[in-house]
């Protein structure tokens, strides 16, 4: 369980050009932060780094947990969640055998695959193959994942793009509840969050 | 343990799903033995003499086939992200991908093996040896062939990349291999080309994977 994230002088480089340094956050259990900035800013990558796909080029990324620190790697195979722009769903597969699946591999908890599917209205799609499912529909599976598999930590890409207003308002309920449960939010978005977030600008120095 | 044996049933539900990607590997195989005696010679006598060996080489290429696939279709669509943030290392992650290339296409691939060098004049009392070194060489193909799928990762054309990359690790098995099946038909000991063999694909088995993580890492990075 991570209760706090510590980003210090963060620098990332991609394909020989910086796109940010000295970036600092401070994330606490129950906190959101609203990620904004210009298109090719790095928060996609900044989101990355967090999860370690990323190597950055300087700066330190650090997970707190109940007890103190968090080792990295612990943090990552058990603490977080990532909901990016390619949601690795396989769009020959069924809806169902996607979420069964991930649910297995992100860690399942009990109930977890019932409450998902309540939660973002699934129990209609569940047999049809991803690639029938419109986009609002898959990025609702691809966030089902988050409620199957409890881990504190969500980094979400545009989380709400394709959603219709009930379902982001939906959603907003959902993150508001991860929150106080002492989850911890890091969205990169362009629209506001449906919920109370901190905002936090990237790469303005640049 | 659960999650690598979820993740096992998926990529044999995904390899054996829409598209039927070991078929193309077996119909690939039995094309290319066809062309053999179309251009060196149909005479059985000169045929049978290069049976198994013709046999065991085409086993190789066929099993490049599906290499490019391997890491390459969760590289794009996002879920090798995620399988990375599983409980699981990535090794392992490796590994189970590798072992699913060889349930999914080596095995069918040794199947037909013995069918098509028995087709191109190898004796039939031969055909379980053949396909008892087409399968445990399969194993070391899969393994190889992941290593290469996964430094090739990310890398426009990989499919060729790899396919250089790969054969010249192929060799000690196709030698080890066709060489245990041709002591057998001349009436030597067959054992230590096959032991050679296992050792070769054991060594693979522990090795690549560290390999494959490494290269995997390197393309997400």
């Known amino acids: 369980m991570i209760t706090g994230l510590v980003i210090e002088s963060l620098a990332v480089e991609r394909g020989g050009r910086r796109l940010f340094a000295d970036f600092d956050l401070t994330l606490r259990a129950g906190e959101a932060v609203a990620l904004t900035g210009a298109n090719g800013a790095g928060k996609t990558s900044l989101l990355r780094a967090v999860a370690g796909l990323i190597r950055p080029l300087a700066g330190i990324v650090r997970f707190q947990g109940a007890a103190g620190a968090v080792e990295a790697e612990d943090a990552r195979s058990a603490g977080l969640h990532l909901l990016g722009h390619h949601d690795g769903l396989k769009t020959t597969r069924t809806a169902w055998e996607e979420l069964s699946f991930w649910s297995a591999w992100m860690g399942p908890a009990a109930g977890g695959l019932e409450r998902a599917v309540e939660a973002f209205e699934l129990a209609p799609l569940l047999d049809l193959e991803v690639r029938r499912l419109s986009a609002g529909q898959r990025r609702r599976l691809a966030l089902a994942r988050l409620a199957a598999s409890p881990r504190s930590l969500w980094l979400l890409d545009e989380p709400l793009a394709p959603l219709d207003a009930a379902r982001r308002a939906r959603f907003g309920g959902l993150m508001a509840e991860h929150l106080s449960g002492g989850g911890l939010i890091l969205a990169a978005v362009h629209d506001p969050l449906p919920i109370p977030a901190r905002a936090a600008v990237i790469g303005e120095a640049a | ?76 669509d996002g879920a090798l992200d995620l399988l990375t943030l599983g409980d699981a290392p990535l090794e392992a992650v490796a590994a189970v991908k590798c072992l699913a290339q060889w349930l999914a296409t080596g095995a069918p691939l040794a199947l037909l093996a013995p069918v098509i060098a028995v087709a191109l004049g190898a ?79 054991l060594a693979a088995v522990g090795l690549t994977p560290f390999a494959m993580a490494a290269g995997v890492r390197n393309a997400l990075g």
Do not use: H, N
């Not at chain 2, 192929?170 to 080309?193: K, Q, T, Y």
């Open chain 2, 1 to 76: 343990m659960s999650a690598l044996a979820s993740l096992l049933r998926r990529e044999l539900a995904l390899a054996w799903g829409r598209g039927g990607g070991p078929l193309f590997a077996c119909a690939f195989y039995a094309g290319v033995a066809t062309l053999l005696p179309l251009a060196s010679s149909p005479e059985p006598q000169r045929l049978a003499s290069l049976a198994t060996g013709a046999a065991f080489a085409t086993l190789a290429l066929a099993s490049l086939l599906s290499l490019e696939r391997l890491f390459e279709r969760d590289y794009e």
């Open chain 2, 123 to 201: 004796e039939p009392r031969f055909a379980p040896m053949i396909f008892a070194s087409s399968l445990l060489a399969g194993l070391g193909f899969a393994f190889v062939g992941g290593a290469g799928a996964a430094l090739a990762l990310g890398a426009k054309r990989g499919g060729v990349l790899i396919a250089v990359i790969v054969l010249p690790l192929f060799v000690p098995s196709v030698v080890f291999g066709a060489g245990a099946i041709d002591a057998l038909a001349s009436g030597l000991d067959w054992r230590p080309g096959l032991v050679l063999l296992l050792a070769y694909c």
